[in-house]
């Protein structure tokens, strides 16, 4: 059997961590068990399991640190930001779509700030901790 390519393998490392945040769980593996491509599924699917592990925790911390949370317009540097949020305002928006932006910060959509703001493209909530070092350190 001739090795598969490791190029290959990257992209089925990749389309893994695609998986696992479409909430396929580890048994969906779509290649033959012992190859090298369920290896390198396995693989990715596991580094998204613990990235989105070591997510859940530090969300978790997140009361404990100072944090500030704005409605956003935009991603990355580019990002406007168009309303600060108190802690007790967060109860008003559904969290949809949760992901890191950077080591210091979580973005996530939310129906009810792009209802807020109808006119603005790309509107999410970012929760960004301020203190030293990122979030993710």
Do not use: C
Not at 121 to 131: D, K, L, S
């Amino acid at each position: 059997m001739t090795p598969t390519p490791q190029s290959e393998l990257d992209t089925i490392r990749a389309m893994a961590r695609a998986d696992h945040a479409q909430r396929l769980t580890s048994a969906y593996n779509p290649y033959p068990s012992g190859t090298d491509k369920a290896a390198a599924w396995d693989a990715g699917w596991r580094e998204e399991n613990e990235a989105w592990h070591r997510l859940d925790e530090e969300i978790v911390k997140l009361p404990r640190f100072r944090v500030r949370v704005e409605i956003i317009s935009g991603a990355g540097p580019d990002a406007r930001p168009l309303a600060t949020l108190e802690r007790a305002d967060l109860a008003m928006f559904f969290v949809s779509q949760l992901r890191r932006d950077g080591d210091a910060a979580v973005i996530w959509d939310s129906p009810e700030a792009r209802a807020r703001f109808p006119d603005e493209a790309a509107v999410v909530i970012r929760a960004t901790h301020e203190g030293d070092g990122g979030m993710f350190d």
